[in-house]
Nanobody, 116 residues
Framework: QVQLVESGGGLVQPGGSLRLSCAIS????????MGWYRQAPGKQRELVAYIGSGGYRNYVDSVKGRFTISRDTAKNTVYLQMNSLKPEDTAVYYC??????????WGQGTQVTVSS
C-alpha cells in the first residue's frame, strides 16, 4: 500500500505562484510513476504532469512552461511548482502514484483557486 497526502493549495491571484506537495509513505520502493491530476467543477479529471522513476517528465500542453513537477527522494515528496497561474487552473489537484503491480493510488486532493 501507498499513502499520499497533498498540501499547499489555496487562493492566489492571476499571475501568482503556488507549490503543491505530496508526501508519500508506505511501499515507496514499488512506485514507478508519480503524477498530478486536477478536476475542475463540471469537468473530467485530467492529467497535469507526471514524473517517472528515471526522472522523465511530461506535461499537459496547457501548463507547459508554467508548471514544474519534481521529486525529492530523500524527503519522499513530489512537488508541483505552479507559476503564472490563470483562472482556468482553478481545480482540485490530486497526487497520484502507480506501482509495480499496476495499482493506482490517490491523495485526498487540495483546492487551488485562481481569482482576483
Amino acid at each position: 500500500q501507498v499513502q499520499l497526502v497533498e498540501s499547499g493549495g489555496g487562493l492566489v491571484q492571476p499571475g501568482g505562484s503556488l507549490r503543491l506537495s505530496c508526501a508519500i509513505s508506505g511501499r515507496i520502493f514499488s512506485i514507478n510513476v508519480m503524477g498530478w491530476y486536477r478536476q475542475a467543477p463540471g469537468k473530467q479529471r485530467e492529467l497535469v504532469a507526471y514524473i517517472g522513476s528515471g526522472g522523465y517528465r511530461n506535461y499537459v500542453d496547457s501548463v507547459k512552461g508554467r508548471f514544474t513537477i519534481s521529486r525529492d527522494t530523500a524527503k519522499n515528496t513530489v512537488y508541483l511548482q505552479m507559476n503564472s497561474l490563470k483562472p482556468e487552473d482553478t481545480a482540485v489537484y490530486y497526487c497520484n502514484a502507480d506501482d509495480d503491480d499496476s495499482n493506482t493510488y490517490w491523495g485526498q486532493g487540495t483546492q487551488v483557486t485562481v481569482s482576483s
